[in-house]
C-alpha cells in the first residue's frame, strides 16, 4: 500500500458544524466531540469493530432534534469514507457480517461497487433510546451509504431490544467494511472486469 487512506473534511451550514478526520487502517482509536450522545455511542463503537480511527467533533441544532446532526454526520463521514479508500486498487470490494448480541441477530452486507444503494430489512420496536429518536438510524445509514456510493444491506433476523438491534448494526457494518477494504495481494487492479470501480 503506497497511500495512507485517511480523509479530512469540514461541513458546516445554518444546522450542523462537522469536523471530521478518519482513516482506514487504524487501531480502533476514537476521539469524539459529538452533541449526540447514543450516536457517540454508536460511532465509538463503529470505529473500535473497524480497526479505523476516527476523529469527530459535530455539533448542531439539536434544540430542534437530532435529525440535522445524525444526517450530516452520516454525509461527512461516507464522503470521508469513500476518498479514504481512494481508488479501491487490490480491495476485496466486498464484505458482509452476521453479528449476534445477546437475543439480537443482524446481518450487514457491503460492496464497495461506486452505485449507492440502501436496502433496509428492519423495523426498530421502540421510537427513542433515551433521547435519541431512532428514526434517524436509517437517515444515518442512508446517507452513508449515499455519499460511500455503496451498496448497503441491512437485515435484521431477530431482537426485540432496540439499543441492541442497532448497536449490532453498526458493529456488523464495521466488520464487513474491515472485510471490504482489506488488501488482497492476489487482486490486480480493481475488482472489476470492467477495469473500474
Known amino acids: 500500500m503506497t497511500k495512507e487512506r485517511k480523509a479530512e473534511l469540514k461541513r458546516k451550514t445554518r444546522e450542523t458544524d462537522i469536523e471530521l478526520a478518519f482513516s482506514v487502517d487504524g487501531q480502533g482509536k476514537a476521539d469524539l466531540d459529538v452533541q449526540t450522545p447514543f450516536l457517540s455511542h454508536m460511532l465509538e463503537l463503529f470505529t473500535k469493530h473497524g480497526l479505523f480511527d476516527l476523529t469527530l467533533k459535530g455539533h448542531g441544532d439539536v434544540e ?9 454526520i452520516g454525509i461527512v463521514l461516507g464522503q470521508a469514507f469513500r476518498e479514504a479508500i481512494g481508488d479501491k486498487y487490490g480491495m476485496k470490494r466486498y464484505g458482509a457480517m452476521t453479528l449476534p448480541m445477546d437475543e439480537t441477530l443482524v ?41 460511500a456510493r455503496m451498496n448497503l444491506h441491512i437485515v435484521l433476523h431477530h431482537g426485540h431490544n432496540t ?29 472489476s472486469t470492467k477495469g473500474s470501480l
Not at 442497532?166 to 475488482?191: N, S, Y
Open 107 to 147: 446481518t450487514v452486507a457491503v460492496d464497495l461497487s461506486d452505485r449507492p444503494h440502501l436496502e433496509w430489512r428492519a423495523e426498530l420496536p421502540k421510537d427513542r433510546v433515551g433521547t435519541f429518536d431512532t428514526e434517524n438510524v436509517h437517515e444515518f445509514f442512508w446517507k452513508f451509504a449515499l455519499e
Open 163 to 191: 439499543h441492541h438491534i442497532i448497536e449490532a448494526m453498526f458493529k456488523a457494518l464495521a466488520r464487513a467494511l474491515d472485510e471490504a477494504t482489506q488488501i488482497d495481494p492476489r487482486v490486480q487492479g480493481v475488482p
Open 64 to 72: 430542534v432534534d437530532d435529525h440535522h446532526l445524525t444526517e450530516d
